[in-house]
């Protein structure tokens, strides 16, 4: 995931001092917030002055037609316009060499990216107040990222506000492709250990597993009378995530079928494979979390056991099925 630094977060340092701090970092882009100012393009050219690193602009006005002539001028990368203070003004195809977003508070549905998907190659996820600096995750955020994605799945999702280490931990997972982080990276007394820590690392915990996982509605499952080669086997195609779990009536986790689990069987039963017995089929031990753990407690629970973990099945106190959590996009962006 890439980390967009929110320059005017940080008031104590000169402009030229915070870019050449972060460009020694390798920071992936510059984010700077245009709430409707079109003097920030004076500080757009002293970055190009002294940096090559990507300008990533959030610009928030009535009038973005405005904008645009600077735009093209300045050969700005990234710009996304705030929605709400557009009243639905359409937007051009963006010049060459830049791409455009739009930027939605937590409040707005997702279904106004429709009107921009020709235009837009990702949306911008506001988690907190836009334009207002150290402000805290919504949580609720978590699930909008799921469902954008599942919308509009070939676009990508940009997160601002509230991004510390943990939250970004969790962004990873949901395949968040960048996050703007302000007064956690440029105030951080060590700028260089809250990269490290967006990028990387997850050190504190303060949400559960329940805000993040992927709801039931969206976890495939069987009921165990159900369970045989084909349910299996069209119940992992159906879903498309390379396994199904196993519950009873009352929705308590009974077990998991992977494609590995089906894998193995027949390979065991090549000459009968109608005949596979449910046993075989099921991994009926699998490792699960409760949905009150913390991150740091799955943390701990995914490093204690020898093999990869991919996804791992969420139950509440009654040992019901919740949802799950997912590994594979988490292990694809520390690659």
Known sequence: MKISASLYSNQDKSLKELVRELDALRIDSFHIDCNDAPEVFDDIKEIREISRT???????????????????????????????????????????????????????PLEVFSSYRDVCSFILLMTTTPGKSGGVFRKDNFNRIRRFGKQFPEKKIHVDGGVNDEVSFILRSLAVDSAVSGSFLVNHTSMGAALLGLKMHEVRSHYRVKDFMMDIQDVPRLVAGEVTLRSVLQTIENYGLGFTTIID???????????????????????????????????????????????????????????????LPVVNQQQQLTGTLMFNNLIRSEG
Not at 62 to 75: D, G, R, S, V
Not at 270 to 290: A, C, E, H, M
């Open 54 to 108: 990507p300008i990533d602009l959030h610009i928030i006005s009535p009038e973005p037609e405005k904008y645009f002539p600077l735009i093209e001028e300045h050969q700005i990368e990234y710009v996304q316009f705030q929605y709400e203070p557009m009243e639905g003004k359409e937007l051009p195809l963006p010049p060459a060499g830049t791409e455009y977003g739009l930027a939605v508070v937590s409040d707005t």
């Open 249 to 311: 009536q009352e929705g308590r986790l009974q077990g998991i079928s992977s494609n590995a689990d089906v894998r193995r069987a027949l390979l065991n039963h090549l000459d009968n494979p109608l005949d596979i017995p449910k046993t075989v089929l099921v991994n009926s031990n699998p490792i699960f979390i409760s949905e009150e753990a913390t991150v740091e407690d799955m943390l701990k629970l995914v490093t204690s056991v020898s093999f990869p973990v991919l996804f």
